[in-house]
């Protein structure tokens, strides 16, 4: 009987040996399988990163060319803006080419008869190489008779002064010292005389007999000798001489007045003598007319 039991006691303990190798096992091969799994896994995963790295690659390279493309856009824009600017410079070298000149024209062939209107044109230098034969006061009689010009260290009159060149072109300006005169026929048949004596001194010149300039509203109104209604007379007067004689009238007046015919308050310090920038206005005329 012992023997019996050692030995049924010897046989279970071998089956739960069995037993428990066969657990091990199970569970060695679930752990196994479990690696295997989870290594594939790791491994498709990786794979799956992989893969979509190069589409990354590919979506950026993809995305590039929209990105370089837009230099081009802004070379457009350089473009147009070069092109602008070209036909900017275009139209202000066309502005420039066609902006009047600044200049007066050359006078050095002409000659200017007249009192201290004139001489004022000497002052500011605004006819180029111009000959004056100017003096303060000068009136239609006295360019005969009294001796204002220095002719080489010499007084002369203004006639015998200017017999000794010869001009292509004369200007005249004479009347505002007469306008105390009482006839003015006088006036008007002494003028006359001064076109005779050009035409025989300076016999290729053209002759310009310009218009007395007005006066200042205020001047106008508080003289009753130097006053714009006896100029505009005196100027009438002149500018039929001028026609009788064949000679060419201007009226220059008509470069400095304002609406109401009167030289502008801003113009002249007296009211008489204009400025450097009507005097401009006067060459300006001179330029355009003759």
């Not at 837009?70 to 457009?76: G, L």
């Not at 220095?150 to 200007?171: C, F, S, W």
């Not at 509203?217 to 005196?234: G, L, V, W």
């Amino acid at each position: 009987m012992k023997v019996q039991r050692e030995h049924n006691y010897r046989k279970r303990n071998l089956m739960r040996r069995r037993a428990a190798l066969v657990c091990a096992a199970v569970v060695l091969l679930a752990a196994a399988g479990a690696g295997i799994y989870f290594g594939a896994g790791a491994l498709t995963a990786s794979s799956d990163m992989v893969s979509d790295a190069p589409s990354a690659v590919s979506d950026a390279a993809s995305a590039a060319p929209e990105t370089a493309s837009e230099p081009e856009a802004v070379s457009s824009e350089e473009g147009a803006a070069s092109s602008a600017a070209q036909d900017s410079a275009a139209d202000s070298a066309s502005a420039v080419s066609e902006a009047p000149p600044a200049e007066p024209g050359d006078y050095s062939d002409a000659a200017f008869i007249g009192d201290s209107r004139t001489e004022a044109l000497k002052t500011y230098g605004l006819l180029k190489g111009a000959a004056y034969y100017t003096y303060k006061g000068l009136k239609v009689d006295t360019v005969f008779t009294e001796p204002y010009i220095d002719e080489g260290g010499t007084k002369m009159t203004v006639m015998d002064a200017i017999a000794r060149h010869q001009y292509e072109r004369v200007y005249i300006m004479l009347g505002v010292n007469e306008l105390g005169w009482v006839s003015t026929d006088i006036f008007i048949d002494d003028y006359g005389k001064i076109i005779d004596e050009l035409k025989k001194s300076q016999p290729d010149a053209t002759i310009y007999v310009q218009s007395i300039l007005p006066v200042s509203a205020k001047k106008s109104e508080q003289d009753s000798i130097y006053n714009n209604p006896r100029i505009n007379e005196f100027n009438a007067l002149i500018e039929q001489m001028a026609k009788d004689k064949g000679a060419t009238y201007l009226r220059v007046n008509e470069a400095v007045m304002d609406e109401s015919g009167s030289l502008p308050a801003d113009a002249s310090t007296d009211g008489v003598h204009p400025n450097i920038d009507y005097c401009r206005k006067w060459t300006a005329y001179l330029d355009a007319n003759s």
